[in-house]
Nanobody, 115 residues
Framework: QVQLVESGGDLVQPGGSLKLSCVAS????????MGWYRQIHQERELVAEI??????KYVDSLKERFTISRDNDNNAVYLQMNNLKPEDTAVYYC??????????WGQGTQVTVSS
C-alpha cells in the first residue's frame, strides 16, 4: 500500500505564489510517477507529473507558471505555482503510479486565489 499526504494549499492573492508538497509512504517502488491533478467543479485535469528518473510532463497552459519537482530520497513531489490567477482556484490532488500500486490519490488540498 502507498499513502499520500499533501500540504501547502492556502488562500493567496492574485499574482502570488504557493508551493504544494506531497509525501508518499508505504511500499514505494523505485520506478514510479508522481504528479498533480486539480479539480474545478466536476472536472479533474492533469497539472504536471514527474517520473522517478526526472522526466516531466505539463499541461501546456500552466507550464510557464508551474514547476514540478521531486525528492526521491524523501519520496516527495512538489508543485511550485507562481503568478497565481483566480482560475487556478481548485482542489489539488497528488497522485502516485507504479506497476505495483497504480492510481493512488491523496486527499486533496484547497488552493484559493482571491483578493
Amino acid at each position: 500500500q502507498v499513502q499520500l499526504v499533501e500540504s501547502g494549499g492556502d488562500l493567496v492573492q492574485p499574482g502570488g505564489s504557493l508551493k504544494l508538497s506531497c509525501v508518499a509512504s508505504g511500499s514505494i517502488s523505485a520506478r514510479n510517477t508522481m504528479g498533480w491533478y486539480r479539480q474545478i467543479h466536476q472536472e479533474r485535469e492533469l497539472v504536471a507529473e514527474i517520473t522517478s528518473s526526472g522526466i516531466t510532463k505539463y499541461v501546456d497552459s500552466l507550464k510557464e507558471r508551474f514547476t514540478i519537482s521531486r525528492d526521491n530520497d524523501n519520496n516527495a513531489v512538489y508543485l511550485q505555482m507562481n503568478n497565481l490567477k483566480p482560475e487556478d482556484t481548485a482542489v489539488y490532488y497528488c497522485y502516485y503510479w507504479s506497476v505495483t500500486a497504480p492510481n493512488i490519490w491523496g486527499q486533496g488540498t484547497q488552493v484559493t486565489v482571491s483578493s
